[in-house]
């Protein structure tokens, strides 16, 4: 085998391999069409937990940090019925929120005054 069929297989294998990453996270990035949330480890979790009072809509179009989510989860627990989640189901719900609906830019909640380093 000649030095420049060598190039050549090694550049094939880059380019496939490439293309392979380019869809694995293309995929990752799925939204749901349904429920309009990021197809992600942690998915099942919000939808069934998050999505049962309210669309979607309350949780993507605001980015928070990791903290700033899991002071939602207090907030909807004290004020608006949210139930325990055990350990292992919150931590999925703050992981997911973390990773795909973190805080990018601050902007004012949609509740009047609600300021949440209120809540304990
Ligand atoms: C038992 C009902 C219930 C459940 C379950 C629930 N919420 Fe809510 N949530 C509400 C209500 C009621 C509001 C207030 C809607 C409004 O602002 O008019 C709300 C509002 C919100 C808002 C908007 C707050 C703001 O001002 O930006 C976010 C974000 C949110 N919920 C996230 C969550 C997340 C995340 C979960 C799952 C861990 C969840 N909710 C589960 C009832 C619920």
Known sequence: ???FEIGNKILT???????????LKAESKKIDPE???VMDKGFYAVV???????????ITEKHRSKEDWLKVIKWMQTDFGLWELDKDTKKSILDYLG???SKVKKKEGL???LNLNNIK
């Open 1 to 3: 085998m000649s030095l």
């Open 13 to 23: 294998v880059f380019t496939m391999t490439s293309i392979l990453i380019f869809h």
């Open 35 to 37: 429920t309009n949330l």
């Open 48 to 58: 069934e937990n998050c999505l049962t009072c309210h669309p979607s809509n309350l």
């Open 99 to 101: 990773k795909n609906y």
């Open 111 to 113: 509740v009047p005054n």
